[in-house]
């Protein structure tokens, strides 16, 4: 008979992979609705066909870092899992859906983990080696990479079609933006996907369901569903901040934007780096953004992200610890 602290675990880890995707629809889809090259519901449609199609094309190297790289195997209890994912759920929410807010689902799970993994056992259990290398490098780092990749492109479609009519130009990357949707959406959906298969994995390796640190078939098909369904049902209010609150773009914008995530976000999910979607998403839409100057760029937007990005894994590492506390209590 299963573990009813493990079913509940596991219950929990597809919610946060199902709200991962309804909030994901925003950073993936924003570029096309801000360009108008399709309607809203199908962008979220074609998000939602990428998201699933990601399984085929990536391995588990996101998933190893999250289930082997955040806390020592042996602290996956589904007590520790359950107070992660519930302290990153309550954050998120008051912050992507009270407040509107783009927030890092990889930051409050990466917070969420270490908070309830220190109540559990204390900082010895933190894998500091991997969390500097694997995590927080590239969190810090990607939104930069991602300003002046997006930027760069950018510069370069001006240079190449500079002769071209605006309509005409246009028209053509309105097309053009279609496809570097799709393919943003299948990098994106590899990565957050990626997230919850590590999280299934740690607890069914804990429990001894499996005796080694490897992604079964059915936790992969569960994570992508689950992460699929929440894309389908869309975060419009943040899919309204994403689009229309930090800057204005032009379709060749919106392609550069699109295409210069889903670069970033392929390579970390080929290298195992859990890099935040939401951080990418960002930093091209700044990059192709300001093109035109830094006045086309809604700063004031841009600060509350920022802010909200900074106290994300710290206040979900605070709920977490609490609520393994909590637990402890309860169960």
Known sequence: MIDLVLLFALILALIFGFWTGFTDAAYATAGIIA??????????????????????????????????????EGFASGEVIIAALLGSLIFDFIFSWIYALPISETHVLIGGL????????????????????KVIIPLITSPFIAIIIAYLITILIIRVFINQPADKMNRKFKRLQIAATF??????????????MGIITML?????????????????????IALTTGVIFGGWRVVKTMATKVTRMQPYQGFSRDLSSSMILGVAALWGMPVSSTHAANGTLIGAGLIRGSKSVNWATIRNMIWAWILSAPLAAVFSYTLFHMLEVVL
């Open 114 to 133: 270490i908070g309830a993994g220190v109540a559990a056992g204390g900082f010895e259990i933190i894998e500091v080696g991997g969390i500097v290398n």
């Open 35 to 72: 360009t108008r090259a399709v309607k809203t519901n199908q962008a979220i449609a074609l998000s939602a066909l990428g998201s699933f199609i990601g399984m085929v094309f990536f391995g588990s190297a996101v998933a190893v870092t999250i289930g082997t790289g955040i806390i020592t």
């Open 204 to 224: 069914l390796l804990y429990y001894g369901f499996i005796s080694e640190f490897t992604v079964p078939f059915w936790v992969i098909i569960a994570s992508y």
């Open 183 to 196: 393919l943003f959406s299948i990098t994106d959906a590899t990565n957050d996907a990626q997230k919850i």
